[in-house]
C-alpha cells in the first residue's frame, strides 16, 4: 500500500484535491492510502467546508487550524504541525498542489527530513518575485521529488531552471522525475460540470440570465491591498454595470479591503441593483456561473482558467500570467488594474466570437496520470 499524505489548506487546494481523492476511490483503493492534512489557512464555511460534502473530498485526519496571519508566521506554524504529523504518519510521499503558503509549509516539514514530495502543479511560473505564489512554487519544486506539470510551458520553466526532463527512475530529491501530466482542475470541470448543470439553479437565485452578466472574481494580495488599482478596478466594474449585470463572489479578504480602502462615493455606488456581490459560492455554482457567463473578469488563476475550459474571454486583472497559452490563444487579455484598459477589453469582447478550446490542459486524466506514474516508480 503506498502512502500519500496530502496538504490542503486553501480553497483552490480544496478543490484541486477532489481529483485525485476521487482517482484513489474509484481505481486505487487497494493500492493507495491518502491521509489528508487541513492547514486550515482557509477557515470559513464558504471558503473550506462547502467543497468538502459537495466534491465528496475524505474528511482532514487533522485540522491545524492555523489561521490568518503575516506570511512568516503563518508558514512557521504549518511547518510545526506538519512536521509532527510526517514523523507520526511516517507515508511514502508528501503531496502539495499549487503555490499558496500550505504548499510552501509543506515542502519546508517534508524536505528537511528527507520525506519525498510530490509538487502537483509544478513548473507554473510568473516571473514576478514579488507575489507570495511566485516564492512558493520555485521553493517547492526545487525540494521536489516528483514534479507534476499541469502544461507545456510548465516543463519548459522547469527546463530553463536546470531540471532534467529526461531524468530516469529511481527518482530522488537530486534526480526529480519531470511529468507533463495534464491539470486536475480540468479533471474536476470535466467530472462537475454535467453535475452543476443537474443540480444548481444559482441563476434562478440570482435573477440573472444565461450570457446576460459578467463574472468577476478579485483576491489577489496586490489588487485588494492597493488603494489605487483596488479603486481604479472597482471603478471599471462601475462603468460595467451601466452595459450588463454583474456577479461578483466576494473572497473574505476583498470584502474587508474594499471597506477601508475604496472612495465613499465608489463603495455606495456599488449598491445598486445592476451589481451582485455575494459571499464565496460553492464549486458547483461557480462553474455554473462560469459556464453561463458571458466574460468573466478575474485576477484568480484557477478562475482564469475555468474561462477557458467553458471557451469564455476573460479579462486578467494582473500584468503578467503563469497561464500563458491563455493569452497566446487571444482568450484573456492581461488588463493589470488598469481602469481604460479593462473597459477597452470588456468592449472588444462583447461582441467577440465564442473561444476555440484545444486541449491544452490535458485530456481529464491527470489524476490518473499521477497515480500511475508514483505507483510505478515504487515497484
Ligand atoms: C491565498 C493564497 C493565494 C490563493 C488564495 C486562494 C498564499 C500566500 N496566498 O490567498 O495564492 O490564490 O489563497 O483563495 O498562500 N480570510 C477570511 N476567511 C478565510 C480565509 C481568509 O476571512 O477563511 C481573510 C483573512 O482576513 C486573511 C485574508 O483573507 O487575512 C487572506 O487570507 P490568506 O489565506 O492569507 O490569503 P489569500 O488572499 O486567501
Ligand atoms: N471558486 C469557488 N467559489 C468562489 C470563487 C472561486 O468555488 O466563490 C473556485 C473556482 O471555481 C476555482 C477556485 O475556486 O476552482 C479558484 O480559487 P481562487 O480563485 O481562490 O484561487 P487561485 O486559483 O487564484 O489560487
Redesign the pocket.
Known sequence: MLKLLTIIG???QIIKSAAISRAIKSYYSTKVKEVIVHTG????SQ??AIFFEELQIPLPKYNLQVG?GK?GE?TAKMIMGIEEILEKEKPDFLLVYG????TLAGAIAAAKIHVPIVHVEAGLRSYNKKM??EV?RILTDHVSTFLFSPTITGMKNLQKEGFNLQSVAPFTVDNPGIFNVGDVMYDNSLFFAQIAAEKIDILHQLNVEKDKYVLVTI???NNTDDEIRLNEIFEAILHISKESKIVMPL???TL?QIQHLLDKSILDALNHPNILMIPPVSYLEMIQLEENSHIIITD??GVQKEAYFFSKPCIILRSETEWTEIIESGSGILCDAIKEMIIKTYHLFVNKEKVLFTNIYGAGDAAVNIINILLDSTH
Do not use: I, L, V, W
Open positions: 486553501a480553497r483552490p489557512q482557509h477557515y470559513d471558503m473550506s490568518s506570511h503563518q503555490d499558496t503558503n500550505s507570495p505564489e512558493n483576491h489577489r494580495n473572497h473574505p479578504r474587508k484568480s488563476g
